[in-house]
C-alpha cells in the first residue's frame, strides 16, 4: 500500500473517528498534518517486533491526550492491521478502600488520587503481560476507573481485548517522569504543601514511587510521546474543562442522580496535588521524548520535534 493510499485512508478513519465522539472536522485534519507520520512509523515498528512495543504518551491533564491516543489507535488497527490497546493510567488508580489504607499508614493526601503511590502498578503489569503473551488467544479484562465517582468500576464492567496484541499504548499524566532531587523537595510549590504537608513526608514517598516502582515501569517503554503544556495555568484551565465535560457525561447517564463532579474552586484546589510533578515534567520530560508536540494555550500544535533515535 503506497503512502497516498494510507493517508487517505487514515483520513477517512480519522475522519469516522471524530463523527462517533462528536468533535469538529479540524481535528481530523489536524491528526493528519501532525500525528499522521507517527502513527505510521509506529504501525510500522509493531509489525516487525517480536513481542508488542509498549510506547508511552505522556501529557498534562486535559491536553488532549486520551482522545489522539484512542484515534492513533483506531488508525492504527484501520489502516495498518495492527491490533493496538491503549491503557490508561488513570484506569489504574488504587481503589478509594486502598487509598483510605495510604491516609492511615503514610499521610493524609494519598485520599487524593493522581500521584505516584496511588496506582496499583502490580495490576498494570499483569495487564501488559497478559496483552503481550504470544499464542494466547484469551480474552484480557482491562480495570476501568471512574473519575465522578472516584473510585475502580466492577470488573464485570471492564472492556475484554483478545491477546497478543501488536501494540500497546500506556498513556497518563506522568508517563516516563522521573524522581526530583532531595533538594527539589524541601521548598513548598504551593500554600497546600506548606500547610498540609510540612515534614516532606507526602512529598518524599511520591518521588520514592517514582524512583523505584514507577522508574521501573517507565524504564521498559520502547518509545514516549509527549504533548507539551505551555505552562501549569494553562493545564488548569484545561483540567476545569475536562471536568465541565465529565459533569455533562455523568447528568447524561444518570439524570437522577446528585451530580458527584468538581466545581471550579474544587478543582483549583484538586490540581495542587500534581502542580510539583507537573511543572517537573514540563521541564524534563522533552529531553526524554521520542517525539515531542509542543501545545499553545488552546491545544493547537506550535511545533513538533523528533529525537535522532525516533527519525
Known amino acids: 500500500m503506497d503512502d497516498e493510499q494510507n493517508n487517505r485512508e487514515a483520513l477517512q478513519a480519522a475522519l469516522g473517528f471524530i463523527q462517533e465522539v462528536s468533535l469538529p472536522d479540524r481535528v481530523a485534519f489536524n491528526f493528519m498534518r501532525w500525528y499522521a507520520g507517527v502513527t505510521q512509523c509506529l504501525?510500522?515498528?509493531?509489525?516487525?517486533?517480536d513481542i508488542a512495543p509498549t510506547v508511552g504518551f505522556s501529557g498534562c491533564q486535559g491536553s488532549g491526550k486520551s482522545?489522539?491516543?484512542?484515534?492513533?489507535?483506531?488508525?492504527?488497527?484501520?489502516?495498518?492491521?495492527?491490533?493496538?490497546?491503549?491503557?490508561?493510567?488513570?484506569?489504574?488508580?488504587?481503589?478509594?478502600?486502598?487509598?483510605?489504607?495510604?491516609?492511615?499508614?503514610?499521610?493524609?493526601?494519598?485520599?487524593?488520587?493522581?500521584?505516584?503511590?496511588?496506582?496499583?502498578?502490580?495490576?498494570?503489569?499483569e495487564t501488559i503481560f497478559a496483552l503481550r503473551q504470544p499464542g494466547g488467544g484469551g480474552a484480557v479484562p482491562l480495570p476501568a476507573f471512574s473519575k465522578a465517582l472516584?473510585?475502580?468500576?466492577e470488573m464485570v464492567h471492564w472492556r475484554q481485548v483478545s491477546a497478543p496484541v501488536q501494540l500497546i499504548f500506556l498513556e497518563g499524566?506522568?508517563?516516563?517522569?522521573?524522581?526530583?532531587?532531595?533538594?527539589?523537595?524541601?521548598?513548598?510549590?504551593?500554600?497546600?504543601e506548606a500547610e498540609q504537608d510540612p515534614s516532606l513526608l507526602w512529598r518524599r514517598e511520591v518521588n520514592r514511587q517514582l524512583a523505584t516502582e514507577y522508574t521501573d515501569v517507565f524504564g521498559h517503554l520502547d518509545a514516549l510521546l509527549l504533548l507539551q503544556a505551555p505552562s501549569f495555568d494553562a493545564v488548569f484551565e484545561w483540567r476545569w474543562q475536562q471536568e465541565q465535560r465529565l459533569s455533562e457525561q455523568f447528568q447524561q447517564d444518570h439524570p437522577d442522580k446528585p451530580d458527584p463532579t468538581m466545581?471550579?474552586?474544587?478543582?483549583?484546589?484538586?490540581?495542587?496535588?500534581?502542580?510539583?510533578?507537573t511543572e517537573h515534567a514540563l521541564k524534563t520530560?522533552?529531553?526524554?521524548?521520542?517525539?515531542?508536540?509542543?501545545?499553545?494555550t488552546d491545544r493547537a500544535v506550535e511545533r513538533m520535534w523528533l529525537t535522532e533515535v525516533a527519525a
Open 173 to 192: 499524566w506522568c508517563v516516563g517522569l522521573m524522581p526530583q532531587s532531595e533538594c527539589e523537595l524541601e521548598v513548598p510549590i504551593n500554600p497546600m
Open 43 to 49: 504501525a510500522q515498528r509493531a509489525k516487525t517486533a
Open 263 to 277: 466545581s471550579r474552586s474544587e478543582v483549583a484546589d484538586f490540581v495542587l496535588h500534581y502542580q510539583r510533578l
Open 67 to 125: 482522545t489522539l491516543v484512542a484515534l492513533m489507535a483506531k488508525v492504527m488497527r484501520a489502516v495498518y492491521g495492527v491490533s493496538t490497546v491503549v491503557l490508561s493510567l488513570d484506569d489504574f488508580y488504587l481503589t478509594k478502600f486502598a487509598r483510605a489504607g495510604l491516609v492511615e499508614s503514610i499521610h493524609p493526601l494519598f485520599a487524593t488520587r493522581g500521584v505516584p503511590g496511588t496506582h496499583d502498578l502490580a495490576l498494570l503489569n
Open 285 to 296: 520530560l522533552p529531553d526524554r521524548a521520542d517525539f515531542l508536540w509542543e501545545l499553545a
Open 150 to 153: 472516584d473510585d475502580r468500576t
